[in-house]
Nanobody
Framework: QVQLVESGGGLVQAGGSLRLSCAASGRTLRKYFMGWFRQAPGKEREFVAAISQSGVNTHYADSVKGRSSISRDNDKNTVYLQMNSLKPEDTAVYYC?????????????????WGQGTQVTVSS
């Protein structure tokens, strides 16, 4: 069982940037397809970005496409989400998640393991 811990969230002004990190332990991150999701109060958990085991395939939600970048460093057992041009509507708890298999996954139910989340708050 892999354990995931997110970090890097915080309070930023609109237009600012954050880099979220997801550190894995217990298993080699290289085995897992990874995703980032977010959930605002009263809303469903929504897909943000995903990355294949090797890092060569990535997928982004339309809401963040062009201003976010998912990456991974398997040697450090860490996945990153760089977010630029942040908007107030980006405010949410951000979660990283891991799954086995090679198929691209964009729904929460497809993922096996979740981190505890990190809060991102964007002020207007």
């Amino acid at each position: 069982q892999v354990q995931l811990v997110e970090s890097g969230g915080g309070l930023v002004q609109a237009g600012g940037s954050l880099r979220l990190s997801c550190a894995a332990s217990g298993r080699t991150l290289r085995k897992y397809f990874m995703g980032w999701f977010r959930q605002a109060p009263g809303k469903e958990r929504e897909f943000v970005a995903a990355i294949s085991q090797s890092g060569v395939n990535t997928h982004y939600a339309d809401s963040v496409k062009g201003r976010s970048s998912i990456s991974r460093d398997n040697d450090k057992n860490t996945v990153y989400l760089q977010m630029n041009s942040l908007k107030p509507e980006d405010t949410a708890v951000y979660y990283c998640a891991a799954k086995t298999g090679v198929m691209t996954a964009t729904t929460p139910s497809q993922y096996d393991t979740w981190g505890q989340g990190t809060q991102v708050t964007v002020s207007s």
